[in-house]
């Protein structure tokens, strides 16, 4: 049998689960795990400038391609402690990643040693599995439960914590003849899949909702092909977003309190019937309104796990189940139906669909300088085509993209839509672009997402990974001022003041172009909203020139409300700003408006 260290081991484990890239800081406590990614080779890896980018880096990675796991690895005591917020993004959205922690001696863990801290007690919460490795034989044990924990049922990360002396120990392990365990998940059986499609039976309006587990189960090319079978139309959720394309005729928009289209919200307060598959009833697609949510119509869910279903609101039937093993059913039982002349006929309801995403839009069209951010989405439509994947966090800026921009393809969407971290941004979009270079990637960031991390652009300097970022700068905590009007304040939101190196920018403060070009990337400043769509073409030359990320700064008037719920309530959405009323108002609507 080979002898090798355990960290040896665990290095070699990660090759045959098929890793073949990590992200990460070295340290003194995960120094030996280090030496064998270098003496066993096989994995690449990426220096992060801050452990908790790492952790982002490795869900970018893991979200951008069906099949990825990320990894990210520190060392001990505060790397491990940095990168729970990385966890917590991670488990939140269903997204699996590695984290690999470096850890005191076996015996000095209870002694107060130089950062000896219980890591994975800390992670617990927010890990499929947390376990400080006190054996060196259980290395290639843990190594195996952790990827078979992350694929199985409902996905999420885990976090593996070794002492230095467990690493350099040498243990017994055989490389050749290790196979990753089985993957468990839950299958629809005929019978249930036939129950919840009988609801079909019943209604004239019925909707399908999408969400993130038909991404995760790489199903989309499925739940279009039900769509277009059964003529029913698709609301997408926040994390499902990319699952049928924008400009599908049955693609009826977003529904929420936030993250909305006007089209979609109306859609859906007139459906009878919703079949929502591998989505959460997140409350910011509900709103905390439940029974306006709710009544009037039936509902099945769909999700592969158990204590999901029920969690928010009681479905009238629920299936624990694989989105794409449901799917498959669906799809069999639909054609069968069809064939049989038993499916009604939706083509009246999802016409209504269609028209009323041609008529109710939100205008974006608007000359205003310092400009309005509508504009900004509407040059990006222009400048970014269907291959564009979109990677962003939370802010009024995340909001606006929801509403404005365009997503044709599963996974070109990337979104932490639960825990939404600021600083996410920078750290996910290179770990999405490590993972599919050959897909243009467009980040987009408020000024104080973009503040957050921005150390980790020289990395994407360092490691030449080239990608469009689109900054919009109000120098103003935008969403949470918004919030603060309910409550009659204006409360230490605000970010200006006169930098006296770049007066020119007035009380927008922070130069970004400067701070940028001296992380090694490339940035432009717009301040007139007429310059904006010759910057973002500029923009894409250079980082291709330059094979580095190129930021363009948007300069936004100081303060826009962007339509949202004051009521965390879907039926009850505030429009603050005038609604296109002419077509020139919306020209990159993904319909052209019809008055």
Not at 275 to 283: D, H, M, P, V, Y
Not at 491 to 514: A, C, M, Q, R, S
Not at 554 to 580: C, G, P, Q, W, Y
Not at 584 to 592: S, V
Request: glycine content about 8%; charged content about 20%; hydrophobic content about 45%.
């Amino acid at each position: 049998m080979p002898r090798m260290t355990a960290a040896a081991a665990a290095v070699e484990i990660l090759k045959r689960e098929g890793v073949t890239q990590a992200f990460g800081v070295p340290g003194a406590a995960i120094n030996p795990f280090y030496r064998e990614l270098k003496n066993v080779g096989g994995v690449a890896h990426t220096l992060a400038r801050h452990v908790e980018g790492a952790s982002h880096m490795a869900e970018g990675y893991t979200r951008a391609k069906a099949g990825n796991i990320g990894v990210c690895i520190g060392t001990s005591g505060p790397a491990g402690t940095d990168m729970i917020t990385g966890l917590y993004s991670a488990i939140a959205d269903s997204i699996p990643i590695l984290c690999i922690t470096g850890q005191a001696p076996v015996s000095k863990l209870h002694k107060e040693d130089f950062q000896a801290v219980d890591i994975a007690t800390i992670a617990k919460p927010v890990t499929k599995a947390a376990t400080t490795v006190l054996e060196a034989a259980q290395v290639p044990g843990v190594f195996q439960q952790a990827f078979h924990l992350m694929r199985s049922g409902r996905p999420g990360p885990v976090l593996i914590d070794l002492p230095i002396d467990v690493q350099l120990t040498e243990i017994e392990f055989d490389p050749e003849t290790y196979e990753p365990l089985p993957v468990y998940k839950p299958s629809a059986t005929r019978a249930q899949a036939e129950k919840a499609l009988s609801f079909l039976l019943e209604s004239e309006r019925p909707l399908i909702v999408a969400g993130g587990g038909i991404i995760n189960a790489d199903a989309s090319d499925l739940l279009v092909e039900f769509a277009e079978l059964t003529g029913i139309p698709v609301i997408s959720t926040l994390m499902g977003w990319g699952t049928i394309p924008d400009d599908h005729e049955l693609a009826a928009g977003m529904v929420g309190v936030q993250t909305a289209h006007r089209y979609g919200n109306a859609t859906f307060l007139e459906s009878d019937f919703v079949l929502g598959i591998g989505n959460r009833w997140a409350n910011r697609h509900t709103g905390y309104n439940l029974e306006a949510y709710t009544k009037g119509r039936k509902f099945v869910h769909v999700d592969i796990e158990p204590t999901q279903l029920g969690k928010i609101f009681a479905p009238d039937y629920g299936i624990a189940s694989d989105a794409k093993a449901a799917l498959e059913l669906f799809v069999e039982i639909a054609r069968e139906w069809k064939a049989a002349g038993k499916l009604p006929d939706f083509s009246a309801w999802a016409a209504s669909a269609q028209e009323r995403k041609a008529t109710l839009q939100r205008r974006t069209h608007f000359d205003n300088i310092p400009m309005k951010p509508q504009r900004v989405y509407e040059e990006m439509n222009k400048a970014f085509g269907p291959e564009t994947r979109y990677v962003t966090t939370i802010g009024l800026s995340q909001i606006a993209a929801a509403q404005f921009l365009h997503v044709y393809k599963p996974r070109h969407w990337i979104n932490c839509g639960q825990a939404g971290p600021l600083g996410w941004t920078i750290p996910a979009a290179i770990g999405a672009a490590t993972a599919d270079p050959e897909t243009p990637v467009v980040a987009l960031s408020g000024d104080y997402d973009f503040q957050f991390m921005i150390e980790e652009l020289a990395v994407a300097a360092q490691h030449k990974v080239p990608y469009v970022h689109v900054l919009v700068n109000n120098a103003y905590l935008g969403l949470i001022r918004q919030a603060q009007g309910g409550l009659g304040i204006n409360f230490e939101v605000n970010l200006e003041f006169e930098n006296i190196n770049t007066p020119e920018i007035g009380v927008y403060g922070v130069d970004h172009v400067k701070v940028a070009e001296g992380l090694g990337v490339k940035a432009i400043r717009v301040e007139d909203p007429s310059k904006l769509g010759e910057a973002l073409e500029e923009a894409k030359k250079l980082a291709v020139e330059h094979q580095v990320p190129v930021v363009v700064e948007a300069i936004l008037e100081r303060i826009t409300n962007i339509a949202m719920s004051k009521t965390v309530d879907m039926s009850d959405v505030t429009e603050f700003e005038d609604l296109a009323t002419e077509p020139g108002h919306a020209p990159t609507a993904i319909k052209a408006l019809q008055v």
